[in-house]
């Protein structure tokens, strides 16, 4: 790892032989050994947002180099909420978040990177992508819209973009938020039976939910063939909201602080200027 | 390479040994033996061009696939000429052409292809590019803003996204109009001479062409490195631009051929519409 990991519940995606079913979407090790912990974990989470809002203001000074976060789930799997949770605090004139639904006529006259390379972070700049050019290896592939070459080249052509991303300075981290078939349900009743979150279910989720072992293996495919030290994929166990969010805090800013944004020199000088 | 190519004096760059050198920019081997047999040229080009017309809009019918055709030269080496020449005839609304110019600030907050990406042909259009993503691997080495490294960087880079347009289903064409030193002095003098020529000099062209050995080794160095047969760069002697134009447009339009673009079948029976 180009940085030093900070102890999460979260997997670091190495080689071939990964398997997504060995991580337990339950697992909050080593943060506490109950799951309902949750207010334990609030002071840190401050700490680390303080933090972060620190590092964000230094990348932007900098002006150099650039960081994506990725981040993938299955549906109900928290990617909003991850989202607004670490983004909290930050400025927002140097982040953006790119949503990704499905392509649209124009975009799908194009290549699948076509769309997503657009949003690809600007220098001093913090982007988050909600789904991503990921999705192009996921439903496609579970629905049989791709055959296996075309997947194989697809995966060259994500791991080729995300170097061309690195070449020009931008740091790379990928989360896939790892429910479990049953946080699911639990999740999708919750949207029926709060008249207050039906605006969040969508009938189709049902359907997809009956390829759930078809996604978990193309998930698995995608991880094992795009994930590295240099633009690593991490399974971030999140059944426990407070869990997930803790993890993915602590590891963007591990990987901040790895980058060390430094503001540039004054290029003036500071001492004989007066303001009158 | 992926298709017959036609008889022109244009060179197809195969393999690191390749030498710019050894390609004579008043070639017109074997289209004629007098330089100036600029008029028997013409009824063949007439003929290509109302292939290409056809070609281009079978293509566009069909709505898979795309032609991507690059184009670089030195000052004065005519790429404007040759792309008016070429798209003579063809239907603009099935056509693009993309300028690069000098990057704005936008622009270079991204990686070097982020621009050049978002021109890239949709499917069933032919895109020309009027220097392209080869300008950061040819005027950013002569005046040293990138490294050897980050040089090499940028083939792979380069190479890796032409390969990504490929997948899904651009044919690229690369043309370098390769001019003499001498041609260039006469028509620079020529811009000058010519007060309806004036506004295409400009004073920093005679700066640039202090670097002429500089820039043709850098040529030279970006074709061996990212030439291929589904990638080709072709080095056009173009001190005569009726042999210039001509070369281009027969393979142009050999490679259309070679793709033979076919319009969908009705998905409605033909016979059965009853216009009243």
Redesign the interface.
């Known amino acids: 790892m180009q940085f030093k990991l900070p102890k999460t519940p979260a997997v670091y995606v190495e080689g071939k032989d990964f398997k997504l079913a060995d991580v337990d979407p339950d697992d909050i090790t080593p943060f506490k050994r109950r799951p309902d912990d949750k207010a334990d974990a609030e002071p840190r989470l401050i700490e680390l947002r303080k933090r972060l809002s620190v590092l964000q203001e230094l990348l932007y000074a900098e002006h150099k180099r650039s960081l994506l976060i990725v981040l993938q789930a299955m549906d109900t799997g928290g990617k909003d909420g991850a989202i607004e949770n670490l983004l909290t605090g930050v400025n927002p004139a140097g982040v953006q978040v790119a949503t990704f639904k499905a392509p649209s006529k124009?975009e799908l006259?194009?290549?699948?990177?076509?769309r997503v390379?657009?949003h690809?972070p600007?220098?001093?700049h913090i982007t988050v992508f909600n789904r991503s050019h990921y999705e192009d290896v996921l439903i496609t592939r579970v629905h049989g819209l791709i055959d296996e070459k075309?997947c194989q080249?697809?995966y060259?052509?994500i791991n080729?973009?995300e170097?061309?991303?690195r070449?020009?300075g931008?740091r790379i981290l990928k989360f896939f938020l790892h429910i479990s078939k049953e946080e699911q349900a639990q999740r999708l009743q919750a949207r029926l039976d709060d008249p207050a979150k039906n605006w969040k279910f969508d009938p189709n989720d049902l359907k997809e939910r009956a390829y759930w072992d078809d996604y978990q293996a193309a998930y698995e495919a995608a991880l094992r063939n795009c994930s590295s030290e240099k633009a690593p994929w991490f399974v971030v166990p999140a059944n426990h909201k407070w869990a997930r969010d803790l993890a993915i805090t602590e590891i963007v800013v591990a990987a901040l602080e790895d980058m060390n944004p430094q503001p540039p020199e004054p290029d003036f000088d500071v001492k004989a200027q007066v303001i009158e």
């Open positions: 124009e006259d194009h290549d699948f990177l076509w390379h657009a690809a600007k220098q001093g075309t080249q697809h060259d052509d080729n973009f170097q061309l991303l070449h020009s931008t």
